[in-house]
DNA sequence: ATAAGGGTTCCAGTGACAGGAAGGTCAAGG
DNA sequence: CCTTGACCTTCCTGTCACTGGAACCCTTAT
């Protein structure tokens, strides 16, 4: 298989398969022609990787993930670990995220949005709410 | 006021007090001796930017909304918009990141964590669920 | 022979800084 | 007067995970 075909079938950008090569994560071998040529094997893992990417796995976590699953003496234990330390780190943007959302929420319902220039946005921002 | 000072008044570190020097967002002024030398104006301006990219704002709207709170004719109107549409990018990512975070949190629970190599976390990346 | 549609490498850019090197400046203490 | 240490300066590199584009090669069909 070729980079397109294979970026169809695992649903990557070519661009990012060749950056994956580039940084070790897949060894596709290359044909006469100096194309890449993609087994099975490397289009598993470039789905693998797609998936645990779309969940937020970092690179890092991806690259110890995809050793642990082609590692037969892992233990689900260690698996795990990676995961609930991603999960933490994924609620802890939402708490983040929900934070800056309710600030910033209760801003805009504070601001009329007209035509005159008065905006609490601004006056949060600037701190100089009046008291 | 050096540098220093901003720094600790403002609780933005002084490399991103630089930055925002370099990219334009602050022109303070300088000393005989090279040293930046920042007027009550700039501390406020960085306090704003310091509150805008605490609650998210990009670089791009901190610097829309710079030049809003700095323009008497502005509208609330305008200020609103900006700030409606990063609550939207808010809420996408908190989408995004509670979807991750569901799907994740079904796997870590199927997962027993134990010293056996079974693994529902990997199975699931890897798509090889049992029927 | 040529044109379209693959593929290849390499370089630059993204956002918003952080780390660090090399060197200038300032105030206090000996 | 000199040194020490804490500042300050600029400049360069690195981060993360790609993305875009240039310049060029290969394959297949017409």
């Known amino acids: 298989m070729n980079i397109g075909d294979v970026a169809k079938a695992s649903g990557l950008p070519a661009k990012t398969i060749r950056y994956y090569e580039e940084i070790g994560l897949i060894r596709p071998q290359r044909g006469a022609n100096g194309y890449r040529a993609f087994r099975d094997t490397d289009l598993h893992k470039l789905a693998f990787l797609g998936r645990a990417r779309a969940l937020g796995f970092s ?15 892992r233990t689900s234990a260690e698996v795990k670990e990676i995961a609930r330390g991603h999960l933490d780190e994924i609620d802890a943007k939402i708490r983040d995220l929900s934070e800056m959302r309710r600030t910033l929420a209760a801003l805009i319902t504070a601001c009329a949005g007209d035509n005159r220039p008065d905006c609490p946005i601004l006056d949060g921002l600037a701190m100089e709410q009046p008291t």
Chains 1, 2 share one sequence.
């Open 59 to 73: 690179i890092a976590d991806c690259r110890n993930l995809l050793q642990l699953y082609e590692d037969d003496s």
